[in-house]
């Protein structure tokens, strides 16, 4: 039986484990004699119980660490994607969920490199939900797995978005020839990928996304990031421009001013203010770890954060219209 190291040593079952206990006739190889079940004892099931709760108690403290370093991405366990259905579907299709698998939490829970893959596949999530909206599409189905070395298993579905009228969608062009145009700047081969999807969502009105597709917007991300820093940088304001310059961990806080200017409805903001916390708590960790910290940046973030509170009084409090999402994603991308 598995021995999982995230509780300290204890043997701990899973409940794989509990079916070999009662081996049905037939399941074995044939010539080998059996007895209908294997019998345990009252002690034994006991143990078998307090096992698995400190495993699950174990998990559960796992996933809220997940969850309170990054709180815009919501975390369960699992073992795989499990394909189309209601629970990811339609209305309940959602970008931001992740199913991780019990290795990954126990790497994570001790090991920087895997919290940094987190980060990459946040960076990708997001790029990958502004690229939709500034195609004029929505997310019809979504799934994520992460398996136990980091790496993002995804599938999901975008079509065109029926609710934007012609102005619109010739608004959403222009955004996507914009975000095309900045991506070709720093990773051509990159955008030529991106323009091959955005040609395809226009003659088809639908595509059909993967872990490649979600390996691309992670570097078209990495690209904005790198384009953004630059031109920032020749303004002299080095630290604030990306999240890490000449060794420094900073938060991009002009991209953050842009993104609440944009927000208009009680949801983007509360958004904005997830992605800010968790900007922040990403500089408290590197601080932990020896890095250095751009304290310009966290305190212009933490008078962000103060902003967003104040500006969630007055939102109003809707779903925001396809105008206010194309500008949002456009604000975050830039």
């Not at 043997?11 to 007895?35: M, N, R, W, Y």
């Not at 034994?44 to 660490?65: C, H, I, K, P, T």
């Not at 983007?268 to 770890?289: P, Y």
Request: aromatic share 4%; charged share 30%; glycine share 6%.
């Amino acid at each position: 039986m598995n021995v999982n190291s995230i509780s300290g040593g204890r043997p701990v079952f899973s409940a794989a484990a509990l079916s070999k206990v009662t081996a049905a006739k037939g399941d074995i190889k044939s010539g080998t004699e059996v007895k209908d079940s294997v019998e345990i004892s009252a002690e034994g099931m006991e143990r078998f119980q307090e096992s698995a709760a400190v495993q699950q108690n174990d998990y559960s403290a796992a996933l809220d660490r997940l969850k309170e370093q990054f709180p815009g991405m919501k975390f369960s366990v699992g073992t795989g994607l499990t394909g189309k259905s209601a629970a990811n579907s339609g209305d309940n299709a959602d970008r931001w969920a992740f199913k991780v698998s019990e290795g990954f939490l126990e790497k994570a829970a001790g090991d920087p490199a895997y919290t940094q893959k987190l980060r990459d596949i946040q960076k990708a999530t997001a790029f990958a939900e502004s690229f939709s909206k500034a195609l004029g599409m929505k997310t019809t189905y979504c799934e994520n797995f992460i398996d136990d070395e980091g790496n993002l298993h995804h599938a999901s579905v975008l079509v065109k978005n029926d609710e934007l009228n012609e102005e619109l969608r010739a608004q959403a062009q222009e955004n996507a020839e914009k975000l095309l145009s900045a991506v070709r700047e720093k990773n051509a081969e990159a955008a030529d990928r991106l323009a091959s999807l955005m040609s395809e969502a226009q003659q088809k009105g639908v595509l059909i996304l993967d872990e490649e597709d979600m390996k691309l917007f992670g570097e078209a991300a990495k690209a904005l990031e790198a384009t953004e820093g630059e031109a920032e940088d020749v303004g002299g304001d080095e630290a604030i421009g990306s999240e890490k310059v000449s060794g420094c961990v900073a938060i991009n806080a002009q991209k953050l001013a842009r993104m609440l200017a944009a927000a208009k409805t009680r949801s983007q903001i509360r958004a904005i203010m997830a992605k800010i916390q968790s900007d922040l708590k990403e500089c408290e960790t590197g601080k932990a770890q020896g890095l250095d910290v751009d304290e310009a940046s966290v305190s212009a973030a933490e008078s962000l954060l103060s902003q967003a509170k104040s500006q969630m009084a007055t939102a109003d409090d809707r779903e925001p219209t396809p105008e206010e999402e194309m500008a949002q994603a456009m604000a975050s991308l830039m």
